[in-house]
């Protein structure tokens, strides 16, 4: 496979060749001071290396090019003119040589790379005078993100290359995919391992148990899907896992939501305690280094970091917007702009802004170096330390877990803390749940973080007509909104092709298929 082939001869030691993290979650020493005579030797050296593997190049690829453009764009909530590659995301008609897609492959298993390298070196190099808790710790932290790139490959491809060790790909550069029931076996393996050697409290922005649990209760909710086929009830002895690891979170790790939903995009409030998973940036970092979603602003310099206007707005689809309900105005304004809307917190210094187009992203505009006390801060290094994975949709990865195969509940639990999510964004509670409700609830809670297409997916796994039904249905349109309210649909940006059941599973990307033809052939069961 050629990415990995590549990273096979060069990526020595992960902690070093990753960089952009934020200062002072990440104070390594120069890159010529690493090797592996002198380096893995304390604690301290764990430490640096796994603060390495949260943020750099792989992921800023990955923050850029596709967790906005896949998450939201192909799910439906957004839309992008004027990139060709987007557009195809947005009409079901992605090909081999899409470069959103290739980018998503390619991040993804150079974080991989980053991941076994650094376990690899803390298995041989780390010395038996380091505690085991801290060799566990330091090897939990890069499985966590290990697990979380292939449940992010195994979502777009389901069957993926499981590579666990790197120099192996020296003597054996191709390699056959694995199934995508393997893949997630070894996720969990990952996680489950992740679980019991994180911490239950560490320094801010570092993952602990509960990240860990949370993102099994997720990867399990999916999985359980898979064996349905498409049709049928999902396996209820993953339900029940899902349902005990959420409910570890829920119930036993102390966290809470956030009293204020917008403040969860601010970066006063980066690393709170609703946040799982998040990547982690600094100011002033180069091209592809750091956090680039400010790039998407569909605002002027006035909301920029370093005078600079966005370069391409990405907008929400008329489906998306109607989903708000008037009472959902708190949600909807933390999550896209409309025409009129106030923000004191972007450009703060200048009395505040008022958005004057028509509509656009507002999360991850987070606005100027003065907003955010970032000197160093430009257009494509923010300073969001943007969240995969939070508290939030841990609740209602929860409420849904213990729904299960059932239409309906109204189980006090899921209810609790269904609610609880819901009261947040100035909502009515509900007094009993279904599987639409929910379905729409994380939509709403989650839009533009990414997550709405991994819905569609895993809704696929066990009820394909329903998602194939939810896509046909939508209004994959712009909309206009005057200074009076007023919405008009707009017209569509290319015809879309249908979807249909090829919809939920992508060509391997075409470069990798020329370098590693095995690619194409059948998977193979992995030697577990």
Known sequence: MKINNKLAMVVVFAGALMAGCSKGFLDRPPLSQISADNFYQTTNDLRLATAALY???????????????????????????????????????????????????????????????????????????????????????????????????????????????????????????????????????????????????????????????????????????????GSGPRNQALLDSAKLYAGNVCKQSGLSLLPNYADLFKTQFNDNPESLFALQWAAGAGWLEGNMLQIYSPGGAEISAAGQAGWFAISPTYDLYKQYDRGDSIRRKATFMLKGDYYPELNAA???????????????????????????????????????????????????????????????????????????????????????????????????????????????????????????????????????GVVTKGEALAIITPANTTTFKFPIPSPEVTANPRLLDAPVPYPF
Not at 365 to 375: E, L
């Open 350 to 484: 200048g009395g505040g802004y008022r958005f004057t187009g028509n509509n656009g992203l507002k999360k991850h505009i987070i606005g100027t170096r003065v907003d955010n006390s970032a000197p160093t801060m430009t257009l494509t290094s923010s300073t969001e330390h943007n969240a995969l994975l939070r508290l939030a949709e841990v609740y209602l990865i929860y409420a849904e877990a213990v729904m299960g195969n059932n239409t309906s509940t109204t189980h006090a639990d899921a209810l609790q803390y269904f609610n609880k999510v819901r009261t947040r964004a100035g909502l009515a509670p509900v007094t009993s749940l279904d599987a639409e409700t929910l379905f729409r609830e994380r939509r709403l809670e989650l839009a533009a973080e990414g997550h709405f297409w991994e819905d569609l997916v895993r809704l696929s796994y066990y009820d394909e007509a329903k998602a194939i039904k939810k896509l046909n249905e939508q209004e994959r349109i712009l909309f206009t909104y005057d200074d009076k």
């Open 55 to 229: 943020g750099g190049k792989p992921w800023a690829e990955w923050n850029y090019n596709c967790y906005l453009p896949i998450g939201e764009v192909l799910s439906g909530n957004m839309a992008l003119n004027y990139w060709g590659d987007a557009v195809q995301l947005h009409t079901f008609s992605v090909s081999g040589s899409n470069e959103i897609m290739i980018a998503n492959w390619k991040a993804m298993y150079k974080v991989i790379a980053h991941c076994n390298v650094t376990i690899k070196a803390i298995q041989e190099k780390a010395p038996v005078s380091i505690p085991e808790k801290d060799r566990n710790g330091a090897i939990a932290e890069a499985k966590f993100l290990r697990a979380f790139s292939y449940y992010n490959l195994a979502l777009l491809w389901k069957d993926v290359p499981i590579i666990e060790d790197n120099t192996k790909l020296i003597t054996t550069p191709l390699v056959y995919r694995n199934p995508a029931n393997d893949v997630y076996r070894v996720v969990v393996n990952d996680l489950l391992f992740a679980a019991k050697n994180l911490p239950a409290r560490d320094a801010a922005g570092r993952l602990t148990t509960w990240s860990a649990q949370g993102m099994l209760a997720k990867v399990y909710l999916t999985w359980a899907g898979l064996g349905a086929k």
